[in-house]
Nanobody, 122 residues
Framework: QLQASGGGLVQAGDSLRLSCAASGRAFSTYTVGWFRQAPGKEREFVAS????????YYGDSVKGLFTISRADAKNTLDLQMNSLKPEDTAVYYC?????????????????WGQGTQVTVSS
């Protein structure tokens, strides 16, 4: 089970840190990531991190601005978001997958959190 938190209303240029708490013993063996979905749009890949933090991947629109990290000892996943823009407004979901074929494909993730709303005002 995944539980996302940390969303809120911020202004353009602000920073926000999302967290995702996972239950279960196998967290460290999963690739985990963040996706987002804005109203009327498809779910979009944001970032993912492989087990042991060996590799990280980012969507083109957030590269250099967002940083994904994990703490396996705590079963947590974080997303540090800097220089937020109004177009970053969306519901953000954390997700987990065991060795997904394509890290950016939401269909490859079996476990999802409930989502946390991020709203960036201009």
């Amino acid at each position: 089970q995944l539980q996302a938190s940390g969303g809120g209303l911020v202004q353009a240029g602000d920073s926000l840190r999302l967290s995702c708490a996972a239950s279960g013993r196998a967290f460290s063996t999963y690739t985990v990531g963040w996706f987002r979905q804005a109203p009327g749009k498809e779910r979009e890949f944001v970032a993912s991190i492989r087990r042991s933090g060996s590799n990280t991947y980012y969507g083109d629109s957030v590269k250099g601005l967002f940083t994904i990290s994990r703490a396996d000892a705590k079963n947590t996943l974080d997303l540090q978001m800097n220089s937020l823009k109004p177009e970053d407004t969306a519901v953000y979901y954390c997700a987990a997958a065991y060795a997904p074929r394509y890290y950016s494909d939401p269909n490859g993730y079996a476990y999802w959190g409930q989502g946390t709303q991020v709203t960036v005002s201009s």
